[in-house]
């Protein structure tokens, strides 16, 4: 079956999500980006996904008036090149002419744009579980997808606010980027374990948990555990591991089947850290980060993932420095590490002026 999806703030990264999950892409445009499943996608566990579609086979006004009695719900987004909101409302009131012409009551989500926001989407019931609320997305001119799910962005904050045991010095790990950590390990069979270990609150592990998998969590600090623990059991699961335990030297215990963390990421900025607090970093953060793989290494099996969220700073020409260097990406090899994400960009997740960005390296064991 053919589906589309909207990538999010961060495309790149939604793209890799897509990619890890499904195999082939097709890059559609900047949104959009194609791709093949058997089963439906399941929004609510892709973090970088906005709205799925599914391609509708034959003439859309055929599909509108195949949908159950009773009156229809309407909304267009234009994702097409040259898209305004007056081709989207055009097209959304021209297929309303003709629904009413077959005798068909139809309301039309009005748009401020070319596309609906995801919000709209969600508040309008347009999530594809209502059969007579429907949200047609245009990608080109004959190339019509109706939207079979949208990202819940209330479930997302709910999630992120009910755990009881917060620490704003660690930072908290959006749950959407913790989802899109453990999907880049690809796909996972359930029940697999899988370990962060720099857990923090939890974040990764709640997640995983909510995905199906088992967690395993470790972190140097104990007071750390005691929060994952917490937040852990605010779920009521309890069929996870925790323990404490310095990433750099600490022996797990088997079976690990993949790897998702946020790795330590240095002292939080609130500015762009000048060149000197930057090299400092560089060597605490990066001393932590190559001393786990090297630790981790000889103790996880051939093909395992490994995906690992590291620091990058702002520099003062507005763009980011990685810790992940051209000469890093040779150690990790040798380490016994494939690197699958070369590039020079990286997939970095930020939000716009932020200090401190996260850099997401994905691995596999050699
Ligand atoms: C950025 S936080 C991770 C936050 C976590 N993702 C969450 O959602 O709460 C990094 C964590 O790494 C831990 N840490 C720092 N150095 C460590 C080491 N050598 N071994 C294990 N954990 C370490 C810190 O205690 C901290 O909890």
């Known amino acids: ?47 970088g996904s906005l709205k799925i579609g599914q391609k509708i086979e034959g003439p859309t006004v055929a599909y509108m008036m195949g949908l159950p009695e009773g009156k ?128 923090g609150t939890g974040v990764v592990l709640q997640e995983a948990m909510l995905m199906g998998q088992k967690a395993y969590g470790t972190d140097i600090n104990e007071r750390m555990i005691e929060y994952s623990e917490r937040n852990l059991a605010h779920y009521g699961f309890t069929d996870y591991r925790l323990a404490v335990g310095d990433a750099t030297r600490y022996q797990w215990q088997q079976p690990i089947d993949a790897v998702a963390c946020e790795g330590y990421l240095g002292k939080p900025f609130s500015r762009a850290p000048s060149e000197i607090e930057i090299k400092t970093q560089r060597n605490e953060c990066g001393a932590i980060f190559m001393g786990f793989l090297k630790n981790l290494s000889g103790q996880i099996q051939s093909g395992t993932p490994v995906t690992v969220a590291m620091p990058a700073w702002l520099g003062h020409d507005g763009w980011y420095e990685r810790l992940f260097l051209p000469k890093t990406i040779d150690e990790i090899d040798n380490m016994g590490y494939n690197v699958s994400n070369k590039s020079r960009e990286g997939l970095l997740y930020y939000r716009e002026g932020q200090a401190v960005a996260r850099d997401i390296i994905i691995l596999r064991k050699k």
């Open 72 to 199: 229809i719900t309407l909304g267009v987004s234009d994702y097409s090149k040259n898209a305004t909101q007056k081709t989207a409302t055009m097209e959304a009131l021209k297929l309303k002419k003709i629904l009413i012409r077959h005798g068909r009551s139809v309301r039309v989500v009005s748009n401020r744009d070319a596309v609906l926001s995801t919000a709209t989407t969600l508040h309008n019931g347009m999530s594809g579980k209502n059969e007579r609320k429907v949200e047609l997305l245009r990608v080109n001119n004959n190339e019509w997808y109706k939207v079979v799910g949208v990202q819940d962005i209330d479930a997302y904050s709910k999630r992120d606010q009910a755990r009881p045991a917060r620490d704003a010095k660690v930072g908290m790990l959006p749950p959407k980027l913790a989802q899109i950590l453990i999907n880049l390990c690809g796909r996972l069979p359930k029940d697999a374990v899988v370990l962060d270990p720099f857990c």
């Open 1 to 47: 079956m053919k589906y589309i999806a909207i990538v999010g703030r961060q495309p790149e990264i939604s793209i890799a999500e897509i990619e890890a999950l499904f195999g082939g892409i097709k890059r559609i445009n900047s949104r959009v980006v194609g791709f093949e499943s058997e089963k439906l996608p399941d929004i609510d566990r892709l973090g």
